[in-house]
């Protein structure tokens, strides 16, 4: 029977037996280099070197409005929020959101998630037009808008915009505007720095 331990078959299978049985040692923790995931802050500064594409209509001519500045708004929820792969779109999540409109583009971003999306927008009077969002790109979502007390305060036209989150997200609370209300609270900073404006 001995005769048998030392054939070739034998010895591969011991040694694979042996192989298995020995403890594996864990690989080793990569140090966070360049390639780690980018932060809140990272990932707004690169949202705001985007611009929209001409999907459905072409790009407004980048030209100042009424509205343009940083706005933010939080969103307290009482329940957590549910971490899922493929959230719907603009889903009025709890948190910290951010708006910016800037020349005809207008840019969203969820702070805890990484949200976020960018469209068109134009102002006519009091109506603020959205477009060209990849999220929704052959629709126009209409809103009034209305600046009161340092806040812009939207409320919606018609927007269907997935499946009407866009227009319940941007219309649930006043943003806060990040620009000072004067010169002399730009320049000295004293004044209620809304969350997230710095």
Not at 2 to 15: C, E, I, K
Not at 53 to 72: K, N, R
Not at 87 to 93: L, N, Q, S, T, V
Request: proline share 13%; charged share 15%; hydrophobic share 40%.
């Amino acid at each position: 029977m001995l005769r048998y331990l030392h054939t070739p078959l034998v010895v591969v299978l011991l040694s694979m037996v042996a192989a298995c049985a020995a403890p594996r040692q864990a690989a080793p923790t990569p140090a966070p280099g360049p390639e780690a995931s980018p932060t809140p802050i990272d990932r707004w500064s690169e949202l705001l070197q985007h611009t929209p594409h001409a999907f459905s209509t072409p790009l407004p001519p980048p030209e100042p409005s009424p509205i343009d500045g940083v706005y933010t708004k939080t969103v307290i929820k009482d329940e957590p929020t549910v971490h899922c792969r493929r959230c719907p779109d603009y889903a009025p999540e709890g948190g910290l959101w951010k708006l910016s409109l800037d020349d005809g583009i207008f840019r969203i971003y969820h702070a805890e998630t990484g949200w976020r999306s960018l469209a068109s927008f134009t102002v006519e009077g009091s109506a603020l037009n959205l477009f060209n969002d990849p999220n929704c790109f052959d629709l126009v979502g209409r809103y009034a808008w209305a600046l009161e007390e340092g806040q812009l305060v939207l409320t919606v036209i018609d927007d269907p915009c997935a499946i009407a989150l866009r227009a319940m997200n941007l219309t649930q609370l006043p943003w806060k505007s990040c620009q000072p209300p004067n010169q002399e609270a730009a320049i000295s900073g004293h004044w209620p720095v809304p969350e997230g404006c710095t």
